[in-house]
């Protein structure tokens, strides 16, 4: 879907999410603060030992939460996913006391949110991914406004917004299985990059740095990874 | 009216990864809240987020953390705060996501002839400015550029450049490359949501003159 007339590519390509490597920065704001990266934080994901993305198990958790407050069905959630999200905040530049907190804040809102999860607009982990997103970017405002960032009277707003529900049409086209699969396309190197950028909201500069390729390839690598999960929307691949 | 211009899936991406700040956000929700095709993309990357989730090493939570969390799970959820809606008797303005609804509104005002801005407030300090622009019908808008990067969504009206012609929905991004040359559609205003880094600068001896006057 590349536009007519599109000609910003190449500097939205540099300051976008994916690219926080030029001197202004500020351009697009990464909403975490830093924390020091040492060299082993760019650990591997783990391709090879996937779980399945969307075992049913999950979602099926989900509903017994919804349908019946069924506690085990939430120790079985917490069990997997809470050290999964508080990964995922550590990796975002989350100091571990805070990701801890983030992480368990999230498993809350599961609870609590339960009775909204639609497994066809979103899989289990897809949907437990907007929650920590979320949370972390509320995290975030809140320490921009010097308020307690363990507070949770703030909530992430566009989740409401029934309006952003997406096409009934295209929602079989996008389930967990074909992203999955479209990432598993990805060559290793393509998945790392995606992986580090789009998850670690690392700058693109210290990725060529971290694995030693020039900071080009890092972008050519994400546009093709991009073009790549694109056809996969369209139903081209 | 189909929506010919969208921002480029970095951008989505970057709005899935919760990594824009809060001005961008805004901006690019206006957009997703018009088309349905950025919007499902949006939930793929979400969807890219989901299998990443599931990939990453887990980090151990400390040994009370369940029992914590389960100690909780009958709490009633925090109540929202209160957050102010646009002022009575104020005309609606089509195209907003219901969020930006409760964010506070300044008043219009005059930048340039036929030309006002209306601040929006955001919660939160951040590099980005957010307003609407509204613009008479036929207004040939000064040739500018950006020394930031602007995002802008068309609410209402349309208007036209050198990239083609914007209505409802589209979405243009400019930055110090970019030489806008925007014209206004003839038959109506032009009501505009910009998020907006940076200050702009207006080409040529006219524009040099007049940027003294032209308070954006």
């Known amino acids: 879907m590349i536009q007519p007339g599109r000609r910003i590519v190449i500097l939205v390509m540099q300051q976008a999410l994916l690219c926080l490597d030029l001197p202004r920065r500020t351009s697009f704001a990464s909403p975490m603060p830093k924390a020091p990266r040492a060299p082993q934080r760019l650990a591997r994901m783990q391709p090879g030992k996937r779980e399945p993305a969307e075992a049913p198990h999950w979602e099926v958790l989900i509903r017994a939460i919804a349908a019946d407050q069924d506690r085990d069905a939430f120790a079985r959630l917490f069990a997997y996913f809470a050290p999964r999200v508080k990964a995922f905040m550590q990796r975002s530049g989350v100091p571990a006391d805070a990701a801890e907190e983030l992480a368990q804040e999230t498993m809350i809102n599961v609870w609590r949110k339960a009775a909204l999860f639609d497994a066809g607009t979103a899989g289990a982990a897809a949907w437990i991914f907007t929650i920590a997103r979320n949370l972390r970017i509320d995290a ?98 | 009216m189909s929506i010919q211009h969208h921002p480029d899936d970095a951008l989505l991406s970057a709005f899935a990864g919760g990594t824009l700040d809060s001005g961008q956000h805004v901006a690019i929700a206006t957009h997703l809240l018009a088309c349905a095709r950025c919007r499902n993309f949006v939930r793929t990357m979400e969807r890219v987020g989901g299998s990443l989730l599931t990939d990453v090493p887990p980090a151990p939570m400390s040994s009370n953390a369940f029992a914590a969390v389960e100690a909780r799970l009958g709490e009633a959820p925090p109540s929202r705060p209160v957050t102010p809606s646009l002022p009575e008797g104020e005309t609606e303005i089509p195209g907003l996501p219901k969020f ?117």
């Open chain 2, 100 to 216: 930006v609804r409760r964010y506070r509104f300044g008043r219009w005002n005059w930048v340039a002839p036929s030309v006002h801005v209306r601040p929006i407030e955001l919660p939160e300090p951040g590099q980005t400015r957010v307003f609407l622009l509204r613009s008479g019908p036929g207004t040939r808008l000064l040739q500018h550029s950006h020394t930031g990067v602007e995002m802008t969504c068309v609410l209402a009206g349309g208007f036209s450049q050198e990239q083609g012609h914007y209505g409802p929905g589209d979405f243009d991004l400019g930055d110090e490359s970019i030489d806008h040359h925007p014209v206004v559609d003839a038959d109506g205003d032009c009501i505009c949501l910009v998020a907006m880094q940076g200050e702009l600068r207006l080409a040529g001896l006219l524009g040099r003159l007049m940027q003294p006057f032209v308070r954006l």
């Open chain 1, 140 to 237: 975030y405002r809140r320490t921009q406004r010097g308020i307690d960032a363990t507070a949770a009277e703030f909530e992430f707003e566009l989740e409401t917004d029934d309006a952003m529900q997406p096409d009934a049409a295209m929602i079989a086209k996008q389930d967990q299985t074909r992203v999955r699969a479209a990432l598993d396309q990805l060559s290793a190197e393509q998945l790392r990059v995606v992986e580090l950028s789009f998850f670690e909201q690392q700058a693109h500069a210290d990725i060529a740095a971290a694995l030693g390729i020039p900071l080009g390839t890092v972008k050519s690598r994400l546009r093709l990874a991009m073009n790549r999960l694109r056809d996969l929307l369209d139903g081209q691949s």
